[in-house]
């Protein structure tokens, strides 16, 4: 059921940065197993893209989608296990076909990108937080572990991270049910794991000390097209002299996109590690000159990524030349598929990304109704791991909406997450509800 939207599709969904996730595998093991010259550094972590490869993507891409699917049938499940969600076998598939229905989960289960991991990465922490002392050794292990591969998969992951490890180190230190239930230290291993992994590779390949080699500038990108940065280049370069400011009126900013991709962009030059040095001067010098001007549009952004769901994104927008050069293989078998012939693009999947946001925002709704009986009975678990969702939630539009750019995509690889929170905690209101009504008839349907 999670990889339904793949097999709809006839193939596993592929997106434009998928082509250099997997390129980057492919050359990695180029390396490792042949000695090709030359190490990848492509502005982004290689681990996803390492893990890919492993899974035999030179032949299909099909096992990709397929442990991804296992793996979030398995966090799932443990979820209800352990939340204590009274629910068949059969309830809990229910749960799994539910959120395939109406949320976007199936669809970044099936596409080979990293961003399902964001999710995934969350629960992990959740469980780990709310729940240890009902999880096995192998199970606190085994999320722990998943946890960490999830934050060496993408950047924006370690910032969620950061995020719930700092959520969960106040509830510690400031409520008694946080110290009785907590283990912060179990919440920092996969962030301060996941940051080493994060440093190393581009420490040994380039000497620099960076999150992911030949990192792009897109805080930068982001200043540049709100105008602010480019305000502050235009009063300062007769004073400081940036590379930017040789060719000032060229430089495409329509779009953080453009400014970063585009031909004519000074970012796709030879000048681009100069840039990459200065931009942090620049950004800056753009908060010092403009504070109010950048704190407004940055709470902008926030507040349009917080709301934006849009999992049909980018969908048709894949470039199958760099497809056929990296993995020719698979190249046949992407042809036939839905997502080729053009039956993904915006118009033909518009009513589903309508039902994502209107399940959001009612999810949201519901999560806010839900948690007042469960503040009244004190249900603390429960509670805990609303706040880390709705932290994780903030902590994912911040990341993306201020730094990359306001995509409904972001969103939508964590949004899924509030209304399983509903399902489990509606269940077990009402379990608790028709146990109090008939507790001898309760207590012998219920399942072990």
């Avoid at 992951?157 to 950061?162: E, Y």
């Avoid at 179990?186 to 040994?204: N, R």
């Avoid at 839905?338 to 915006?346: I, N, S």
Wanted: aromatic content about 10%.
């Amino acid at each position: 059921m999670l990889s339904a939207a793949a097999l709809w599709n006839g193939y596993p969904l592929l997106f434009p940065d998928t082509v250099a996730y997997l390129g980057d595998g492919h050359q990695i093991m180029q390396r490792i197993l042949y000695g090709t010259p030359g190490w990848p550094a492509n502005g982004r972590p290689i681990y996803y893209g390492l893990a890919a490869w492993l899974l035999d993507p030179p032949f299909t891409l099909w096992p990709v989608v397929f442990v991804q699917a296992i793996l979030v049938a398995w966090i799932v499940k443990l979820s209800l296990r352990c939340f204590q969600v009274p629910l068949s076998r059969v309830g809990v598939l229910s749960v799994i076909a539910l959120l395939v229905l109406v949320t976007p989960v199936s669809w970044y289960v099936s596409h080979v990108m990293p961003d399902i991991f964001a999710g995934v990465l969350v629960l992990c922490m959740v469980l780990v937080e709310c729940c240890a002392d009902r999880l096995s050794t192998i199970e606190t292990l085994a999320l722990l572990m998943l946890a960490t591969a999830s934050v060496t998969f993408h950047v924006s992951h370690l910032v969620i991270a950061l995020a719930l490890l700092a959520q969960g180190t106040l509830l510690w230190v400031f409520s008694s049910a946080g110290r009785r239930c907590l283990r912060p230290l179990l919440l920092a291993i996969p962030v301060f794991a996941g940051l080493s992994g994060l440093l190393i590779y581009p420490w040994i390949v380039r000497h620099d000390l960076a999150l992911a080699p030949n990192s792009l500038p897109w805080p930068l990108a982001r200043a540049m097209t709100d105008g602010p940065a480019m305000a502050y280049l235009r009063a300062s370069c007769d004073k400081t002299h940036y590379v930017l400011c040789d060719n000032l009126d060229s430089i495409p900013t329509k779009e953080p996109e453009a400014f970063i991709w585009s031909s004519g962009s000074p970012v796709q030059s030879p000048a681009f590690q100069q840039i990459r040095r200065q931009s942090n001067a620049i950004l800056l010098g753009t908060m010092e000159m403009y504070p109010i001007w950048m704190l407004r549009i940055a709470l902008g952004h926030f507040a349009a990524q917080l709301v934006s769901v849009q999992s049909e994104a980018f969908f048709t927008d894949f470039d199958r030349d760099k497809l056929q050069s990296v993995l020719p293989r698979i190249v046949p078998a992407f042809d036939r598929s839905e997502q080729r012939a053009g039956h993904f693009d915006a118009s033909h999947l518009r009513a589903m990304n309508r039902l994502h946001g209107i399940v959001y925002g009612l999810a949201t709704i519901a999560a806010a109704v839900l948690a007042v009986p469960l503040w009244r009975r004190s249900n603390q678990r429960f509670l805990m791991a609303l706040v880390a969702i709705i932290v994780a939630l903030v902590a994912n539009a911040l990341v993306t909406g201020v730094i990359s750019g306001v995509h409904g995509r972001y969103q939508g690889r964590v949004c899924w997450l509030l209304l399983l929170w509903v399902i489990m905690a509606g269940c077990v209101l009402l379990f608790d509800r028709r146990h109090s009504r008939h507790p001898s008839k309760t207590a012998m349907a219920a399942p072990a």
